[in-house]
């Protein structure tokens, strides 16, 4: 499904974040330019949580606050998506503190990949197809 224009940054940051959780797997391939040892990933991975991620999870937030009414769905996801992040947050916390650095790192990566999943498959189109464009542009507004 085309992404609506409203909704559209927030689907480009998800690939980026895509590319940071598979760079998190256990045996992931090397990529270019990016760290290749596990010190070097979490501090990384801890980098774009501080300087990115977290302001998307904040702008998701504001968002599924704005869309409220615009669908019982949206609201019942909206609470999920929300405890998601907490956990998130709280992954990309334990980063600096914990001793199984790796595995740590691979739930963080999977636990960010299925978050992602969810928002571009379920509560994306959610917001396309029951907000109004009015609502979308209000989006696009805050977003922008």
């Known amino acids: ?5 409203a909704i559209a940054p927030l689907s480009r940051d998800h ?3 895509l590319l940071l959780a598979q760079l998190l797997k256990k045996n992931a391939p ?4 990016l760290p290749d040892d596990a010190a070097g990933k979490a501090n990384y991975a801890k980098k ?4 990115k991620i977290k302001k998307h999870f904040e702008l998701e937030e504001m ?9 019982p769905e949206i609201n ?23 001793t199984d650095l790796e595995n740590t790192m ?3 990566a999977i636990a960010l990949e299925n978050h992602i999943r969810k928002e571009e498959r379920v509560l994306f ?17 805050r977003l922008h």
């Open 76 to 98: 019942t996801l909206a609470a999920t998506i929300k405890m998601e992040h907490r956990e998130l947050t709280a992954l990309f916390n334990s980063l600096a503190a914990t």
């Open 63 to 71: 968002i599924l606050e704005m869309a409220k009414d615009c669908h």
């Open 106 to 108: 691979h739930t963080l």
């Open 30 to 33: 090397v990529y270019r330019d």
């Open 125 to 141: 189109p959610l917001l396309q197809q029951h907000c109004t464009e009015e609502m979308l542009q209000q989006i696009s507004e």
């Open 1 to 5: 499904m085309k992404r609506h224009e």
């Open 48 to 51: 774009q949580f501080a300087s």
């Open 15 to 17: 690939h980026l974040t």
